[in-house]
């Protein structure tokens, strides 16, 4: 594939282990796990959940590659566990989006929010330095109902 830039060329909509796998082959420096916000695809797992088959199948990967992910994350704790998994940052559309119904004041609320929410609830988990977080730090279940459950 020719190269039309000079930019470092970030792969977004990865969905499955073999998927970052060929993202490393190829050189890629970052990834963004996406289901696009599972507009596309009814059921389609979740960043989190796809990220949680990466750490399980090939924890490595978060060290050779930057991971960022996003889809469904609308509170602090959805943040703390995608970076507890490894990923290097997350991203929210829809938010944004919805609070612009209130224009400026609106956007710059929901901006606010989620990064006083990470502060607290990390605060709350005892994460003085949150590049410190780890997988330790979320007790990870399977339910055989509900899925994963962090
Ligand atoms: C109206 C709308 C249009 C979007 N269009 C695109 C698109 O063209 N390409 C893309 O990669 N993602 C697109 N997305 C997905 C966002 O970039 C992002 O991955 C998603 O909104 C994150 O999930 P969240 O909305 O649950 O936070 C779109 C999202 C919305 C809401």
């Keep these: 594939m020719q190269n039309m830039t000079s930019l470092p060329n970030i792969i977004k909509g990865i969905m499955s282990v ?15 796990l996406s289901n696009h916000g599972g507009r596309q695809l009814d059921g389609s797992p979740s960043s989190l959940e796809v990220s949680l088959g990466i750490y399980e199948m090939a924890p490595e990967v978060f060290r050779q590659i930057e991971v960022y992910a996003d889809g469904g994350v609308r509170y602090g704790a959805d943040a703390l566990k995608l970076l507890a998994l490894g990923a290097k940052a997350v991203g929210l559309g829809r938010p944004f989006m919805y609070a612009n119904v209130y224009g400026t004041d609106g956007v710059t609320h929901a901006i606010e929010l989620p990064k006083k929410e990470v502060a607290l609830d990390a605060a709350n988990m005892g994460v003085a330095d949150i590049k410190a977080i780890d997988p330790s730090y979320v007790r990870w279940v399977l339910s055989p109902t509900n899925g994963w459950l962090g």
Excluded: C
Aim: without cysteine; aromatic residues 0%.
């Design 18 to 32: 073999e998927g970052v796998h060929i993202a490393v082959q190829k050189g890629a420096p970052a990834i963004i």
